[in-house]
């Protein structure tokens, strides 16, 4: 099993330690991410997606027009566009990306941030409409006939696409959410299915839970699982723990004034939030060096755990991980653009290296 590194290009500069700044969509700054990235190996980039952020169907295009290898992970939230369209317009951008477009399902976990782009239906209702899009995408993707679908969301009359993608049978899927619900959705759809950075306890649960659902579908072999996390290193282990605190340090003043972080609720909705806050609860470090501190500042805002030392103990780190069958991982850091290059220096040909023995002892032994 191979492992991939997926990167992230955001449309400004921002993060934990830097207040966004520049044009809402610069995009200098966005190919020179991107560039940074493929430079650096990675396999892919992250675009996300919230209710607030430029439309990331046009910022992949861009990327893909910036960068020759570079794939894409375009982050798409059911239930705003009809799936037949969605269907016509991944195919599309993977044409347009020669093949290097995977789609990256995120359903909602929080009520107050999808009643802004006017979603109300409730958090079990969004992961059966979520089932119910892909059904009907993935048909898209593949039919040759028209077709007709009367769900309880959707109803298609003699639909046939003329746009197929590149990819076959299609560009993968991947699928974020870790309530009940979202795990049996990924089960029967997901190619990849997305953790964010737990210990390994609690990573090897959820890849059993959802192996469980996958099984249900004939995929239990077939899934595969990522892991997001916010890499510190440094050349000595003591500058890399230096280094995480004075993140932390910096990051307090941003939090408190950036609306990327005012905005979100005190306490969580969505289960993956919570997990992290269970986490950050056992302490500021997890596992030796799975650190929290900046879960614990921020709430839990999405991808904020981070594994910090040299490279190398961050590279024998992930490796842990892979045993457990993580085999992508999504890094970004809190100097996007500085810590891409150093990443893809540094530390992502430590993984592919120790990944590559790791494949050998199997194949050979």
Known sequence: MSVEFIGYVSH???SEIHLPSGPAVNPPYIAAVAQAHEYGGFDRV???HSSASPDGFQIASFVAQQTKRLGILLAHRPGFVAPTLAARQLATLDHFSAGRTAVHIISGGDDVEQQRDGDYLSHAERYARTDEYLDVVKRSWSSDVPFDHDG?????TGHKSQIRPLQRPHLPVYFGGSSDAAIEVAGKHADVYALWGESLGAVEETIAKVRRAAAKHGREGVIRF???LRPII?????AAWARAESILERAKGIVSASPNFTRRPKEPKNVGAQRLLAEAEKGAVVDKRLWTGITALTRAAGNSTSLVGTPQQVS????EYYRLGVSTFLIRG???LEDALGYGRELVPLVREAVGREVG????G
């Not at 440094?234 to 003591?238: C, I, L, N, Q, Y």
Request: hydrophobic share 45%; glycine share 4%.
């Open 226 to 228: 990522s892991l997001s």
């Open 316 to 319: 024998d780190a992930m490796v």
């Open 152 to 156: 309880a969301y959707y109803r298609v």
């Open 12 to 14: 400004q500069e921002s």
């Open 234 to 238: 440094a050349s000595t282990e003591d």
């Open 334 to 336: 809190f100097d996007p």
């Open 361 to 364: 002892e199997v194949v050979g």
């Open 46 to 48: 992250l675009i996300a």
